[in-house]
């Protein structure tokens, strides 16, 4: 199912769809490359924004906490893409220790560790979860809503080995983003640590991945010969913002208006109708915390105390001080008449599925990722596999296709990117 567009898909995504399809030989030619030449993130999310005009990622995850979303009749293709990823990090590989995010209260993060515990076990891996919660002192069972339990375990450290009391594994498998900071005892571990330490919020930056995927989109776009715009929104950062304090703001406005008036020049080049936004976020982070839309640089000097504290704390209470200004992209695709955008999983290079995330109290101009939100399956295997070029660019399988592609862009970025972190 492909989502009905509230608005024409005319001109340049049906075109770009066209391109895409066309040239399937040599993009997977050219992502097979790629595939060699970089170190793949183990497993990767990525929100897209499809506004009838435009396609292009607006965020890239590499602590994916949504498994439990995935269409169930695609477990096997996660398994396999499991599979292959753990024996290019460990061939031998028998146990994996899974350490997931501390939200021991938050029932669907937790049926999102049983999903990914149940994937690595059918990959045939043996698969203990352990927990960075000091209050976990001893194997403590947490009943899951689906039925069944997890089981957390302390975690102990031996020289440079992390394991549990009686469990020794060869990979360590972060589902936590380590936006509190990196904990004494994962640091320099001689086991494969998956993604690595420098993937967390701690150390990464949101920016620093579009730098990458700027690069990566505008090399694609050579190879299509198409307008990188398409696939790429603009982006800066502003520095030392202290929303509560009140300064940086003038730099903040200045940001804003600056890519306000690059959204405005393309729009005309393409005839778009629609009034330019941009997102105002946490440069690190995630959960959807600290995002605001602005349509005029005055928005974010006139903000009132409400928005000022909203913007000053992301995950874990931290203090935002540094800001990405992002081109707005509109989702115009929507289902049952809620706003609704696409995410997609991949584990390895493999495209394994992804949702809409939709949300009945949320504008085509705003954050989806919010309390209210909820999540339709969709089946990116068949589609992924075989896009048809005898249908028209937006049927089910031709749009999924283009999905998985930009996506597939957006983990290549992530690659890029954490490889000239490690440099």
């Known amino acids: 199912m492909v989502p009905h567009l509230a608005t024409a898909l005319n001109g340049p995504l049906l075109n770009l769809e066209q391109r895409i399809l066309n040239a399937q030989p040599t993009i997977e030619h050219w992502f097979r490359k790629q595939w060699l030449e970089h170190t793949i993130p183990f497993y990767t999310s990525v929100d897209l924004r499809n506004s009838g005009f435009k396609l292009a990622p607006v965020d890239t995850n590499l602590f994916p906490g949504g498994f439990n979303n995935l269409n169930p009749d695609f477990l096997p293709l996660c398994v396999q893409a499991a599979q292959s990823a753990i024996e290019k990090i460990c061939p031998e590989a028998r146990g994996v220790l899974l350490i997931p995010e501390n939200h021991t209260r938050n029932q669907f993060y937790l049926q999102n560790v049983g999903q990914l515990a149940l994937i690595l076990k059918q990959a045939g891996l043996k698969v203990r979860i352990g927990s960075l919660l000091p209050e976990i ?96 929104p603009y982006f800066d950062t502003c520095g030392k913002i202290d ?44 959960y959807g915390m600290g995002i605001m839309t602005v349509k005029d640089a005055s928005e974010v000097r006139d903000l009132n105390r409400k928005q000022r504290n909203k913007m000053a704390v992301g995950k874990e209470g931290l203090q935002v001080h540094d800001i990405l200004v992002q081109e707005g992209v509109y989702t115009f695709e929507n ?89």
């Not at 975690?155 to 589902?175: I, K, M, Q």
């Not at 949300?359 to 399956?377: C, I, K, Q, W, Y």
């Open 137 to 232: 002192t001893e194997p403590t069972a947490i009943p899951l809503p689906s039925g069944g339990a997890l089981t957390l375990e302390p975690l102990v450290r031996r020289g440079r080995r992390l394991g549990l009391a009686d469990f020794d594994p060869c990979v360590v498998l972060l589902n936590n983003d380590l936006s509190a900071g990196v904990p004494d005892i994962l640091q320099n571990l001689e086991q494969a640590v998956l993604p690595p330490l420098i993937a967390g919020w701690t150390t990464r930056r949101k920016s620093h991945h579009f730098v990458a995927y700027d690069r990566v989109a505008g090399e694609f776009a050579r190879l299509l010969g198409i307008d990188s715009w398409l696939i790429n």
């Open 335 to 423: 289902i049952n008449d809620a706003v609704a955008e696409p995410v997609v999983y991949m584990v390895d290079h493999y495209v394994v599925g992804g949702f809409y995330r939709v949300h009945t109290e949320r504008g085509v101009d705003e954050n989806l990722n919010a309390p209210g939100m909820s999540f339709v399956p969709l089946a990116f295997e068949s589609c992924c596999a075989f896009p048809n070029p005898d249908c028209a660019p937006d049927d089910t399988p031709n749009r999924f296709y283009a999905y998985g592609v930009v996506a597939r862009l957006a983990m290549l970025a992530a690659a890029v990117e954490l490889e000239e972190m490690e440099a």
């Open 243 to 286: 929303f509560r304090q009140r300064t940086g703001e003038e730099c903040l406005a200045v940001k804003v208006d600056s890519i306000l008036q690059k959204i405005r020049v393309k729009y005309a080049e393409y005839g778009v109708k629609e009034e330019p936004f941009v997102i105002v976020k946490a440069d690190a982070g995630t």
